[in-house]
């Protein structure tokens, strides 16, 4: 697509971010990023440059909002579909990686006018938060999403957990997959209720994510979807780790934890998973 018809737009306040918009655009896109907190304008221009609008959205971390994964919520998700479907895009998807997938899964089963969502890296489950919420305190953990101002049940973390590493870096796996058996009554009602979700549904993982049991938390989505009669697509790979790379793109590995996986096996998954995107789209 001519990249001279790609208006961008940077937003403020609420929602916060960079949107490209193409014209004439009936499809649009919010590209949600992980923990980090970036804006992932490259990813919104691949978006873009296939024919729709995309929003790189900022829901945390930004001017006037909260510092931390902690207790986000869920409304600033709605006004960005708000945003979209006032451009005039009738058909709306959320791609989210990681933690973004999360919010995505949790968005898509209470606004009804998302058409599709594209899990990269997911869980199923809600976990606590990561970092600090507007009173600057990370610890006692709480929710990383509200919704009416009320925190969701999530999965709690413990401390005394005993760390692993993969390439000389800490692998977080381990912990939630610890937390998961520790915690078993949260778990279960902290699940994503995927089965209520009524768009499109596509997860991406790798069985290699040295971050947290992505595919685990996927079979656990198609598993739960399948029995209430839902279909789900699955895109995954062995080798492939928690950085899902799709074409294009030079997402760098953390410094301070472990992605697993291999940059060939990552970019790979992603090559197929945009084929898969494209075919959604």
Request: contains cysteine; neutral net charge; proline residues 6%.
């Amino acid at each position: 697509m001519d990249e001279r018809a790609v208006a961008e737009e940077i937003l403020s306040g609420f929602v916060a971010g960079t949107l490209l918009r193409c014209p004439e655009a009936t499809t649009g896109v919010v590209v949600l990023s992980g923990s980090s907190g970036r804006v992932d304008v490259g990813r919104a221009r691949l978006f873009a440059d296939v024919g729709v609008s995309a929003l790189a959205l900022r829901w945390f971390g930004g001017q006037d909002q909260i510092p931390g994964i902690c207790e986000i919520p869920l409304e600033i998700f709605f006004a960005a579909t708000d945003r979209l479907v006032g451009l005039g895009c009738r058909r709306i998807v959320y791609v989210g990686t990681s933690k973004g997938a999360e919010a995505a899964l949790l968005v898509a089963t209470h606004d009804p006018r998302i058409d599709a969502v594209v899990a990269i890296s997911p869980t199923s489950v809600v976990w606590g938060n990561i970092g600090p919420g507007r009173d600057g305190v990370s610890w006692p953990e709480r929710s990383s999403w509200t919704l009416k101002g009320r925190p969701l049940p999530f999965v709690p973390a413990d401390p005394n957990w005993k760390a692993r590493y993969v390439d000389g870096l800490v692998s977080y796996r381990g912990l939630f997959e610890h937390c998961l058996t520790a915690f078993k009554k949260e778990a279960g009602k902290a699940a994503i209720p995927v089965e209520e979700i009524s768009a499109t549904v596509m997860l991406v993982a790798g069985g290699d994510d040295a971050l947290w049991p992505s595919l685990e938390f996927a079979a656990s989505i198609v598993q739960r979807r399948q029995d209430a009669g839902k279909a789900t697509r699955l895109v995954s790979a062995p080798g492939a780790g928690h950085r899902i790379v799709l074409p294009g793109e030079t997402t760098p590995r953390s410094s301070s934890h472990a992605h697993g996986g291999n940059d060939r096996a990552d970019a790979d998954l992603g090559r197929d998973a945009w084929r898969c995107i494209r075919e959604l789209l």
